[in-house]
């Protein structure tokens, strides 16, 4: 399983990369496989300010639909339209081509409550 050291992660499972004030956020390796196949991703927050740990969108797997939560309080900007066509590219590339939102960062300070790698991997069990 991928933990990249060059991104941030959260509790809930969503990878963030910063660059500058832009927030690229998706779920991680961990967990697509927990989910199983995506088969939907629902993002309605484009042009949205959206809180800090509030909901921001949905990935729907053939079992479960399951909330995704915001790490950063900021204005969604993007939409990976990719997923709209290909919801499993979050399954065969997490950290690449599957990326969900970007986002433009409101409190750079919130980036200091995420985990690294290595706090990622021990809060999954690696």
């Known amino acids: 399983m991928k933990i990249p050291a060059d991104l941030k992660y959260t509790k809930d499972h969503e990878w963030v990369l910063i660059e500058g004030e832009i927030a690229t956020i998706g779920i991680t390796d961990f967990a697509q496989g927990e989910l199983g196949d995506i088969v939907y991703v629902d993002v309605d927050t484009v042009e949205e300010s959206v809180d800090k740990n ?23 900007v993007e939409f990976n339209d990719i997923l709209g066509d290909n919801p499993s590219k979050i399954n065969s590339d997490p950290y690449g081509d599957g990326w969900i939102i970007k986002v433009k960062i409101a409190d750079l300070s919130q980036v200091e409550d995420l985990l690294d790698a290595q706090a990622y991997s021990e809060l999954i069990g690696g």
Not at 56 to 75: N, R
Request: net charge negative; aromatic share 8%; charged share 15%.
């Open 54 to 76: 509030a909901v921001f969108g949905t990935v729907e797997a053939v079992k479960t639909v399951s909330d995704l939560f915001m790490p950063l309080t900021g204005e969604v």
